[in-house]
Nanobody
Framework: VQLQASGGGLVQPGGSLRLSCAASGSIFSINFMGWYRQGPGEQREPVALISNTGSTIYGDSVKGRFSISRDDAKNSVLLQMNRLKPEDTAVYYC?????????WGQGTQVTVSS
């Protein structure tokens, strides 16, 4: 499976952005897809994940502000990020969990600044 991320950029505090991650290859074996992020000097942390049955998991810091969804027609997941804060600034990595193996896409920078 290959993961292609898109979206990200610079946004003011309180603004919104949407990230997309498209999967190609043996997508039928994907158990979870979603996003992690890594801020400057910080460890990588989970942001949001969605299972192949539609169950979702969110990191505590983004609950109520971020929403993850699936677009099965495009084999992709979307992360809608609302009410962004400066502390959301990070490189966001697309992620897939496939039969015990973690697959990572390239990172995309999200910067929240006035």
């Amino acid at each position: 499976v290959q993961l292609q991320a898109s979206g990200g950029g610079l946004v003011q505090p309180g603004g919104s952005l949407r990230l997309s991650c498209a999967a190609s290859g043996s997508i039928f074996s994907i158990n979870f897809m979603g996003w992690y992020r890594q801020g400057p000097g910080e460890q990588r942390e989970p942001v949001a994940l969605i299972s192949n049955t539609g169950s979702t998991i969110y990191g505590d810091s983004v609950k109520g502000r971020f929403s993850i969804s699936r677009d099965d027609a495009k084999n992709s997941v979307l992360l809608q990020m609302n009410r962004l804060k400066p502390e959301d600034t990070a490189v966001y990595y697309c992620y897939a969990y496939i039969s015990g193996v973690a697959v990572w896409g390239q990172g995309t920078q999200v910067t929240v600044s006035s």
